[in-house]
C-alpha cells in the first residue's frame, strides 16, 4: 500500500515553442539590473562562499537537452503539457551560484532584482504571445511538433482516483478566526493510516554468516 502526497510526469519540451520564446528574449534583452543590485548579489554570494559575480548581464543561449537526465526546475506545468504545447522561460531573479530554496534566493527575489526579473518576464511571454496571434504558422507548429510527441502516449494522473490531500488540522483558534470549519467538505477526517507492507528492493544475495 502507498500513501500518495504528489506524483507528476517529466516535462514535455517543444523546441518550436523554446526557440520562438528564445528569440524574443534576445530582440528584447537580459533584465536590467542596477549597479545596487549587483553590489547586493554580490554580498551574498560572499556570505554563501559563492563566487562573486553579481547578476548575470545577458542571455542564456539556448541549447539542446542533456543526453541523460541531470535534473531540472520544479514546475506546475509538467502535466500540463501532455496536454497542449508547452513552453518555459528562466529569468535571472536571484543570484547565479546559489542552492535553490535557500535564504539567499529568498532575499534577492524579494527586491528590485525581482521585480526587473518579473517584469523582463512577462515582456518575453507577450511578445511570444503577441508572435502567436500574428503567425499562425508559429503556432501551428508547435502544435505539429505536439502532436508527433505525444502519438502512441496517453497521459494518466499518476495519482489514483480517491486520493485525498495530505491535510493537517488547523488550531482550533484559527478555524474559529477565520469561520471555517473541520473537515473540510469531501475530506475523511482523520485521515486513514495506512502501513506499507511490501519489501522495496532487495537486501542482496543469501550470504553465509561470517564466523
Known amino acids: 500500500m502507498h500513501k500518495f ?16 520564446v528564445y528569440d ?13 543590485d549587483h553590489a547586493l548579489a554580490k554580498a551574498i554570494q560572499k556570505s554563501l562562499g559563492k ?24 514546475t506546475d506545468a509538467a502535466d500540463v503539457s501532455w496536454q497542449a504545447p508547452t513552453a518555459t522561460l528562466l529569468a535571472a531573479a536571484y543570484p ?21 526579473a518579473m517584469l523582463s518576464a512577462a515582456r518575453y511571454m507577450a511578445a511570444s504571445a503577441v ?8 503556432l501551428q507548429g508547435m502544435k505539429d ?16 482516483d480517491g486520493t485525498q490531500p495530505p491535510l493537517y488540522e488547523p488550531p482550533a483558534e484559527f478555524l474559529k478566526a477565520t469561520g471555517q470549519s473541520w473537515p473540510p467538505p469531501g475530506v475523511t477526517w482523520p485521515i486513514p493510516q495506512i502501513v506499507a507492507q511490501e519489501q522495496l528492493g532487495t537486501t542482496g544475495p543469501a550470504l553465509p554468516p561470517v564466523t
Not at 563566487?51 to 520544479?74: C, H, K, R, S
Not at 539567499?104 to 527575489?109: K, L, Q, R, Y
Request: hydrophobic residues 35%; proline residues 10%; negative net charge.
Open 96 to 116: 547565479p551560484g546559489l542552492p535553490n530554496h535557500n535564504w539567499g534566493v529568498t532575499a534577492t527575489a524579494a527586491t528590485h532584482i525581482g521585480h526587473e
Open 5 to 20: 502526497h504528489s506524483a507528476t510526469w517529466n516535462l514535455l519540451a517543444n523546441k518550436a515553442g523554446a526557440e520562438l
Open 51 to 74: 563566487p562573486e559575480t553579481g547578476m548575470p548581464t545577458t542571455i542564456t543561449p539556448l541549447a539542446p537537452p542533456a543526453a541523460n537526465y541531470t535534473g531540472g526546475l520544479a
Open 131 to 138: 508572435d502567436l496571434i500574428e503567425q499562425p504558422d508559429l
Open 145 to 160: 511538433e505536439f502532436k508527433e510527441r505525444t502519438s502512441g502516449v496517453t497521459w494518466k494522473s499518476m495519482i489514483p
Open 24 to 36: 524574443n528574449m534576445r530582440r528584447i534583452g537580459a533584465p536590467q539590473f542596477t549597479e545596487d
